[in-house]
Structure formats: structure tokens, C-alpha cells
């Protein structure tokens, strides 16, 4: 069993930022794949990053290349959502999850474990 937790999102002004943190316990942490989604209202969950540690790379969703950055902390059990110039179409309940297969992280239905979410606001 995995244990996710997100915090840091909240209410922003176009342009502004925010880091999001994702906690997992449970299993040792560098093993597995860490990927962030969003979820608007009457929207489907869309991919936003994602992950992996040996080795260490990393993927984005088009439309937050160059304004998101995804980094992990290994001995923190942590990994971080940094997002810059956010826009007021970034607005979503933000989660992270947990998945095995590095060559799935874009596929919603194949992560093993979610977070509750952590809502992201931003403000025209």
C-alpha cells in the first residue's frame, strides 16, 4: 500500500506561481514513477507531468512546457510541482499518483495509487 498526500495549491493571479508537494509512504520512494494530473470541472483528467528516477527523467503536457517544472527528492519521500506564469486555464483540482510502468505515465487508468487532490485557482 501507498500513501499520497498533496498540498500547496491555492488561490493565484494570472501570471503568478505556486509549488505543489506530493508526499508517498508506504514503499521505497526512487522505485516508482510520480505523475501529476488536473482535473476541471466537467472535463476529463489530463496529464500534466511526470517523473521517474534512474533515470531521472521527466515529462510534460504541451501546454505547460516551459512554465512547469517537476523535480523529486528522493530522501523526502517528495515530489514538487513548481508552475510559473500560471494562466486562468490552468484552474483544476491538481493530483498526484503513483505507477509502476514508466512507459504508462500518461495514462490515467494505469496508476496504482492517488492522492485526495489540491485545488488550484487562478484568477484573471
Known amino acids: 500500500q501507498v500513501y499520497v498526500q498533496e498540498s500547496g495549491g491555492g488561490l493565484v493571479q494570472a501570471g503568478g506561481s505556486l509549488r505543489l508537494s506530493c508526499a508517498a509512504t508506504?514503499?521505497?520512494?526512487?522505485?516508482?514513477?510520480m505523475g501529476w494530473f488536473r482535473q476541471a470541472p466537467g472535463k476529463e483528467r489530463e496529464f500534466v507531468s511526470a517523473?521517474?528516477?534512474?533515470?531521472?527523467?521527466?515529462q510534460y503536457a504541451d501546454s505547460v512546457k516551459g512554465r512547469f517544472t517537476i523535480s523529486r527528492v528522493n530522501a523526502k519521500n517528495t515530489v514538487y510541482l513548481q508552475m510559473n506564469s500560471l494562466k486562468p486555464e490552468d484552474t483544476a483540482v491538481y493530483y498526484c499518483?503513483?505507477?509502476?510502468?514508466?512507459?504508462?505515465?500518461?495514462?490515467?487508468?494505469?496508476?496504482?495509487?492517488w492522492g485526495q487532490g489540491t485545488q488550484v485557482t487562478v484568477s484573471s
Open positions: 508506504g514503499r521505497p520512494f526512487s522505485t516508482y514513477t
Open positions: 517523473i521517474r528516477w534512474n533515470p531521472e527523467t521527466a
Open positions: 499518483g503513483v505507477i509502476n510502468v514508466w512507459t504508462d505515465y500518461l495514462k490515467a487508468d494505469k496508476y496504482d495509487y
